[in-house]
């Protein structure tokens, strides 16, 4: 497997590999939902969480276990999405830390997104993507699940979040012999949110 980062661009949304350009965009798009950092994720972005979080992105991404994309809509960042645990060897990866503001979803920001990145995996030879979602994110897990990934299992108290709670985390995958099936329907589902 060999993952490049590049942009990835389509008729809904358009994924830059993130840098310090993104770094104001990013930040306003993630204090537009003060709430959703301290309910269901194990990280925040807001406030004075930004700095330290960014930081932390940036090095993974030096680190070369992570790829982050700044999210653009209508010319604008409206969040964030990232590959992480690269696993080369082993033609495994995982999306995830993705975060929109709220008026980018419910429509074709995700599905778009997620269409772009999984066409990237596998065409660069991935074998699985895998998704890990927070067992009370039930709005990710309608969407993994829309999307057209397998739930494997649940992990239980799996990972300490930023506030203290311990949270289940649900596993998802694609796989490389599912993704033409998994990506027409993808594709048919963007298609009446073009019309």
């Known amino acids: 497997m060999q993952l490049e980062p590049k942009v990835l661009e389509n008729r809904f949304v358009r994924l830059e590999p993130m840098t310090e350009g993104h770094r104001e965009g990013l930040r ?17 972005w807001a406030n004075e969480h930004f700095e330290p979080t960014w930081a ?34 082993n033609s495994v990866l995982e999306v995830g830390g993705t975060y929109y503001r709220p008026d980018a979803r ?10 772009l990145m999984m ?6 030879g991935a074998r699985r993507v895998v998704y890990r979602v927070d067992a009370l994110n039930a709005r990710s897990r309608a969407a993994v699940t829309k999307l057209g990934a397998t739930q494997e299992g649940i992990l239980r108290s799996d990972r300490l979040t930023w506030t203290g709670r311990i949270r289940d985390t649900v ?21 009446t949110l073009a019309a």
């Open 28 to 44: 306003a798009a993630t204090n537009a939902d003060q709430r959703i950092w301290t309910e269901l994720y194990p990280f925040s």
């Open 56 to 89: 932390k992105l940036m090095g993974d991404q030096v680190a070369g276990n992570t790829q982050a994309y700044a999210v653009v809509a209508a010319g604008e960042v409206v969040g964030l999405t990232t590959f992480y645990a690269i696993d080369p060897p």
């Open 106 to 115: 419910g429509g074709a920001v995700n599905p778009a997104a997620k269409r």
């Open 119 to 124: 066409t990237h995996a596998f065409d660069s």
């Open 171 to 191: 596993i998802f995958s694609i796989l490389a012999d599912e993704w033409p099936a998994v990506r027409d329907r993808l594709d048919a589902r963007l298609a």
